[in-house]
Structure formats: C-alpha cells, structure tokens
C-alpha cells in the first residue's frame, strides 16, 4: 500500500490498527489468527520499488519477532 506524504509516525499508527482489525475480524469469524504489517518511510525515493518492498517486507518481520517474543513471555 503506498501512502504518500503520510508522515512514518502516522503510517505506524495506522498499520497497527489494520493488524488489529485483522486480528478482531478473523477472531470473530472463529480463525483466531493475526497479521504482521510493515512499513518503510522515505524522505527520498528509494532506488527502485525492489528496494522500497524489501524495506517494508524486513519491518513486516521485525513487527512478527517482536509478536513471538511478546507471545513468549
């Protein structure tokens, strides 16, 4: 999802509260599941939509770590 001029604190913000509408709705649909969201934010464009994608995709794994390590404790 591309959201441009969104500022990065708002862009977190709002990936947070999709991850937990997720996690809300499949809940209710009986598959009590979640979802990781990531995102990267750039004050200048990135070298090629590649590079934009493999930011967003290693904060999507950042955000799933920190989901398991929360979960273990």
Do not use: H, N, W
């Not at 209710?28 to 990781?36: C, E, M, Q, V």
């Not at 464009?45 to 920190?66: E, G, I, N």
Request: proline residues 7%.
């Amino acid at each position: 999802m591309l959201m441009p001029g969104m500022p990065g604190e708002e862009c977190g913000a709002f990936c947070k509260e999709i991850a937990e509408e997720i996690a809300r709705s499949m809940a209710t649909a009986g598959f009590p599941i979640t979802a990781s969201v990531g995102f990267a934010s750039f004050d200048a464009p990135p070298a090629s939509s590649t590079a934009a994608v493999a930011q967003a995709d290693a904060a999507m794994y950042c955000v799933k770590l920190a989901a398991r390590r929360a979960r273990a404790r």
